[in-house]
């Protein structure tokens, strides 16, 4: 069974920064992918980024509206991967949500929430300015 958990949510005012982490378990195979997405309510969800997790290599890929603020990156000890934003924006704030789903050949990581069949409960992220 496939378990995502965030954390690392909270208040922040503008400029400031946060690390939210995802701790996962159960993905049955080998090579996958593992995103990051953010709802406001009354908005659809939108994927912010997203990270290649298998071999010794990392393939990434960010959303225009947080590349260059937010980092994606994975702990090749453990089974976390972690969001570091910076220069945070009220626009921002938002649930954060991480996911999950099997790599495929010839794919790149994807933004799209639609794509993934696994999520983890979310953690609130507020921005104030």
């Known amino acids: 069974q496939v378990q995502l958990m965030e954390s690392g949510g909270g208040s922040v005012q503008a400029g400031g920064s946060l690390r939210l982490s995802c701790d996962f378990s159960g993905m049955t195979t080998e090579k996958y992918y593992v995103g990051w997405s953010r709802q406001v309510p009354g908005k659809e969800r939108e994927g912010v980024a997203a990270?290649?997790?298998?071999?010794?290599?990392?393939?990434?890929r960010y959303a225009d509206s947080v590349r260059g603020r937010f980092t994606i990156s994975r702990d090749k000890g453990k089974k976390v991967v972690y969001l570091q934003m910076n220069s945070l924006m009220s626009e921002d704030t938002a649930i954060y949500y991480c996911?999950?789903?099997?790599?495929?050949?010839?794919?790149?990581?994807?933004?799209?929430?639609?794509?993934?069949?696994?999520w983890g409960q979310g953690t609130q992220v507020t921005v104030s300015s």
């Open positions: 996911a999950a789903v099997g790599s495929r050949p010839n794919s790149i990581p994807p933004l799209r929430s639609s794509d993934y069949p696994f």
């Open positions: 990270i290649y997790i298998g071999g010794t290599g990392s393939i990434t």
